[in-house]
């Protein structure tokens, strides 16, 4: 079905700007204009006539919906201009009244790729267009992965496998804290069919951010500690910081490495924890998952059991994400921990237990890895206090990915990002035509209520 675009929506869009061209992207020999180029690489005239023809690729999908769309060349186009945007990651930031105080927070979700050129086009040639949507992040619930030509990874619930004993220890304590890190976003694509042959090309894959990391903290008494980030009173210590999904990246534009959390603790000074984040997906390899946590002691902590507590601390690197230009984000990976009272008759309020998943990774050409997961238990000298600390690394982005035939490609490590937990930013691709012969080229059909020609057409 041929699709038109609103007045107002030329007016307001600005994605068709001249962009900056990168200097390592590959131009083909046809880039220079010919007699049969007419103007559609023009840089003059070729704005206007673009966004003659400008359309939005499976644009009747509802939010939070995949999309799918193919077309087919028509007959009077020579040249096919698009942008493109990969889903974003899942985002955990929140005002302090949406979670129960400050020892439960979160990072920030990684940003879509942004891709945008202009590639030479066949009349009757099949284009294929894949829309990714969003990953989301809700702290207190888990959180799928967002879908495309590539799947974000999941921040996921409880694994099963567990053994009831463990499910039993981790459910059915007063002081627990559970936590699920944002999820990856989906990867948006588009693929050339060759008329004769049908084989297919990827044009360009814009990836998927990837999902935040988050942290939190119980203890057994309300004298206990927090970590010394989740203090908004504490100002010593600034290059301390929650984990955070890395945007996607590529060869070119290398930023989709999440940024790794660091933690410590507000009382116990001296003990610190580092949380690698999950590295982007590039070259349609999967990124890398984070290393295992790092946790450096303080000698007022006890970390291993004692006769009368047991202490059990989880430690679980991230996963590497998949490969191939439709890679998958790689999933978060889970890690527990609990400091149990072995002393009869001891009231509930003696234990600390808690649970997180890390952020997962965003899909792209190559999927991005998930961050890694830590839950520190410890019992303090000081104060014969349990403590349950968990922490969790952001996922890395999903590669970016431009064909050599695409002619002056932009392509950008960020292009929009959710603002707080729970909200959404679906990925989107835009595309026109122009022609050799510009008086060839239709108008398009008026779509929305606002244009008068489609008043007219419709009182």
Not at 222 to 234: A, L, R, S, V, Y
Request: hydrophobic content about 30%.
């Amino acid at each position: 079905m041929r699709r038109g675009i609103s007045r107002r929506d030329l007016v307001t869009g600005t994605a068709w700007a001249a962009p900056l061209v990168l200097s390592t992207a590959v131009i083909p020999a046809y880039a220079s204009s010919s007699a049969d180029d007419g103007p559609c690489l023009d840089p003059d005239k070729s704005y206007e006539i673009f966004a003659k023809d400008m359309r939005m690729a499976a644009e009747n999908r509802a939010a939070g919906e995949k999309g799918y769309e193919e077309i087919v060349v028509p007959d009077y186009a020579s040249y096919m201009r698009f942008d493109l945007l990969g889903g974003v990651g899942g985002t955990l930031i929140a005002p302090y009244s949406e979670f129960t105080g400050p020892n439960r927070t979160g990072g920030t979700g990684g940003g879509g790729g942004y891709i945008k050129g202009t590639v030479k086009v066949t009349p009757g040639q099949r284009i294929k267009f894949y829309v990714g949507t969003s990953g989301v992040g809700y702290y207190d619930r888990p959180a799928k992965g967002g879908e495309g030509y590539g799947n974000g990874g999941s921040s996921a619930a409880l694994p099963t496998e567990l053994g009831s004993d463990v499910q039993g220890k981790l459910n059915s304590h007063s002081n627990k804290v559970t936590v699920y890190s944002g999820s990856g976003g989906g990867s948006s694509a588009i693929v050339m069919v060759d008329a004769q042959t049908s084989q297919e090309t990827v044009l360009a894959v814009a990836g998927g951010g990837g999902g935040a990391g988050a942290r939190g903290f119980t203890h057994a008494t309300q004298e206990g500690g927090t970590w010394i980030t989740d203090d908004p009173t504490f100002y010593e210590s600034p290059n301390l910081h929650i984990g955070r999904g890395g945007s996607a990246g590529d060869d070119y534009v290398p930023e989709g490495l999440g940024f790794s959390g660091q933690e410590r603790y507000h009382q116990h000074y001296d003990a610190e924890v580092l949380i690698p984040s999950g590295s982007n997906g590039s070259s349609a390899i999967g990124g890398s998952g984070g290393a295992l946590a790092t946790v450096t002691g303080d000698k007022e902590l006890i970390f291993d059991s004692t006769a009368r507590t047991e202490i059990r601390t989880g430690n679980s690197a991230g996963k590497s994400g998949g490969s191939g230009p439709n890679g998958n984000g790689a999933d978060g990976v889970v890690a527990y921990g609990y400091a149990l009272s072995t002393i009869g008759n001891t009231s509930d309020d003696r234990n600390a237990t808690g649970y997180i998943v890390s952020g997962g990774g965003g899909a792209g050409y190559g999927g991005g890895g998930s961050g890694s997961a830590v839950a520190v238990a410890s019992e303090s000298l000081k104060s014969d206090t349990a403590f349950v600390g968990v922490a969790s690394g952001g996922g890395g982005g999903g590669g970016n990915f431009v064909s050599p035939d695409v002619i002056d490609p932009y392509i950008t490590a960020e292009g929009g990002s959710s603002v707080v937990v729970g909200s959404t930013t679906d990925g989107m691709i835009r595309y026109s035509f122009c022609p050799s012969d510009p008086n060839k080229q239709p108008d398009p059909e008026p779509t929305s209520p606002e244009d008068p020609e489609w008043m007219a057409r419709n009182s």
